[in-house]
């Protein structure tokens, strides 16, 4: 159920982020986006589409700070970029600008 997927992945991005484990804030961040954007029906959540396919989903208005928060997402999961606080800031800032029903960052 994606509602209580919502709820595991907020409790997760805070716990993470009370800890101090910016690196699985960043991720539970990322996908609490994807979820509230797909709620909203901006895009449709398939299992084999990539963040790529997502932000081509959405309107011209929020491609931008998507790819922005893809961006620093797939640096910190897939290219060991260090994490840090201050990542994690700009990561909520772009979340915010995508957030569909103020239940994400």
């Keep these: 159920d994606a ?3 919502r709820g595991l992945g907020d409790v997760y991005k805070r716990q993470a982020e009370d800890s101090g484990d910016y690196r699985s804030a960043i991720r539970n961040l990322y996908l ?12 449709k959540l ?3 589409k990539t963040n790529s396919d997502y932000r081509k989903e959405l309107p011209k208005k929020f491609q931008a700070n998507f790819k922005r928060l ?10 060991d970029y260090p994490a840090s606080e201050e990542l994690f800031q700009q990561a909520k800032n772009y979340a915010k600008s995508l957030n569909q029903k103020d239940n994400v960052a």
């Design 3 to 5: 509602q209580e997927s």
């Design 32 to 43: 609490l986006v994807i979820l509230s954007l797909s709620d909203a029906k901006l895009i």
């Design 46 to 48: 398939h299992i084999e």
């Design 70 to 79: 893809t961006r620093i997402f797939d640096f910190i999961w897939y290219g």
